[in-house]
């Protein structure tokens, strides 16, 4: 399934890349504009993504994968390895209240509608704490929402507390920015495919909408861990159903890179990331490195 096609470094040339310049951003973070890691089909930042978007040309992604903060680590507990323990996955994840969390949503979201290409699909991941927000602003911004898919997690952890019902599923809207152009739905691919991790596919039966995937398994994070690390497998359906050869796909919340990761092993794909924080932007090189033995040009 998967293939590696080599790309000369002039087939991606970004129109976008700039001089090496540093600068302050609105969250004090020493960011930097050029990137940190580049092959010849992948393209690492260092930075806020709306910094990066803002260099980005129009009408030039043909997929985003955007897994933006849940800001859901204020305080609350959760279950880790059996024992009770507070939410905090980094401050990157705090809410600054419902304005100010809104406020950013519409920002990221309104430049990925501006440089994604008129026939380009975008995704975007959350749990309750944020996926009705990003849902009202793709609405308000005029993307027209093909499905909205729940990721059912089938060893999600237990609810120590016992007052709600057990979080054991994430949301993924998938929207295009124009309702009149063609998107890429490798329908095919999606109905016949390979899914092993899923109990509840069919095989030869339409996919669904209800996707059965765990969570990322011990050796996805050989390298280390991101708090909020999503299994290849589901990136892996999420590339292979809305790209083809050739597609250039984005990502503005890297993480751990399991975009990137994804992308580079099933192979003819360029990728963009955007990571803002350096612990997880070394874990990304980590693993692109283990999967690609060619030279770093930065
Ligand atoms: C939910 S996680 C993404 C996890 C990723 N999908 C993975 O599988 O590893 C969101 C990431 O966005 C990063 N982040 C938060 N704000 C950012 C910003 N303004 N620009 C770029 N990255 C940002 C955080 O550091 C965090 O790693």
Redesign the pocket.
């Known amino acids: 399934m998967y293939k590696n096609v080599e790309y000369k470094i002039e087939d991606f040339k970004p129109a976008f890349e700039i001089e090496n310049t540093v600068h302050i951003t609105s969250?004090d973070e020493q960011t930097n504009l050029k990137p940190v890691y580049k092959t010849s089909d992948t393209i690492l930042y260092h930075?806020?993504?709306?910094d990066i978007m803002n260099i980005l040309p129009d009408d030039y992604i043909d997929m985003i994968f955007a897994?933006?903060?849940?800001n859901l680590s204020n305080g609350g507990v959760t279950c880790h390895a059996g024992k009770m323990v507070s939410v905090n996955k980094?401050k990157?994840d705090q809410s600054n209240g419902f304005e100010k969390d809104l406020e950013f949503h519409e920002k990221w979201i309104k430049e990925c509608k501006r440089i994604l290409k008129p026939e380009g699909t975008i995704w975007i991941s959350g749990t309750n704490h944020s996926i009705y927000q990003c849902g009202f602003l793709l609405q308000k911004l005029k993307f027209h929402i093909l499905n909205d898919i729940s990721w059912f997690k089938p060893n999600a952890a237990p609810n120590l507390a016992c007052t709600t019902f057990a979080h054991s599923h994430e949301t993924l809207l998938w929207a295009k920015k124009d309702k009149k152009a063609k998107h890429i739905f490798n329908y095919e691919a999606m109905k016949n495919g390979y899914f092993n991790e899923d109990k509840m596919k069919i095989p030869n039966k339409q996919m669904r909408s209800v996707w059965s995937i765990p969570t990322p398994s011990p050796d996805e994070k050989t390298f280390g861990k991101?708090p909020?690390?999503?299994p290849l497998a589901l990136l892996n359906r999420i590339i292979l159903s809305s790209t083809n050869d050739g597609s250039l796909i984005f990502?503005?919340?890297?993480?751990?890179?399991?975009?990137g990761v994804a992308a580079k092993l099933i192979g003819s794909r360029k990728y963009i990331g955007?990571?803002?924080?350096q612990e997880?932007i070394n874990l990304t090189k980590k693993r692109l490195n283990q999967i690609t033995q060619q030279p770093l040009i930065f």
């Open positions: 969250s930075a806020d993504c709306l897994d933006p903060p849940y980094g990157w991101h909020t690390q999503k990502d503005p919340f890297n993480g751990g890179g399991t975009t955007i990571e803002i924080n997880f």
